[in-house]
């Protein structure tokens, strides 16, 4: 089995910044990628930031320029550094990793979600 751990989420006020950490662990023979995906109340589920193990990255528009998505491939984290927050960024934050545990056998995972509340 594979779990991801997340932490990081909490209240800030319009303009300030958090700092959001997944953690991977279990049987992993490798992790092909690892993103931050969130859901606001009444929304469907939406992609925020994904990096690839080669650094590859991609961005909702949202959060272009705002967000940076970073991995340390050695620890099998992901981190997501959020700066200038929104009200509307405000949504239950959850880590994806897909990756393999075998040659054969590919998993794909999320978190248990975290909260990110922006509000003054």
């Known amino acids: 089995q594979v779990q991801l751990v997340e932490s990081g989420g909490g209240l800030v006020q319009p303009g300030g910044s958090l700092r959001l950490s997944c953690a991977a662990s279990g049987s992993i023979y490798s992790i092909d990628a690892m993103g931050w995906y969130r859901q606001a109340p009444g929304k469907q589920r939406e992609l925020v930031a994904k990096?690839?193990?080669?650094?590859?990255?991609n961005y909702a528009d949202s959060v272009k320029g705002r967000f940076t998505i970073s991995r340390d491939n050695a620890k099998d984290t992901v981190y997501l550094q959020m700066n200038i927050l929104k009200p509307e960024d405000t949504a239950v934050y959850y880590c994806?990793?897909?990756?393999?545990?075998?040659?054969?056998?590919?998993?794909?995972?999320w978190g248990q979600g975290t909260q990110v509340t922006v509000s003054s």
């Open positions: 990096i690839t193990t080669g650094s590859s990255t």
């Open positions: 994806n990793a897909v990756g393999r545990q075998t040659l054969w056998k590919t998993f794909s995972v």
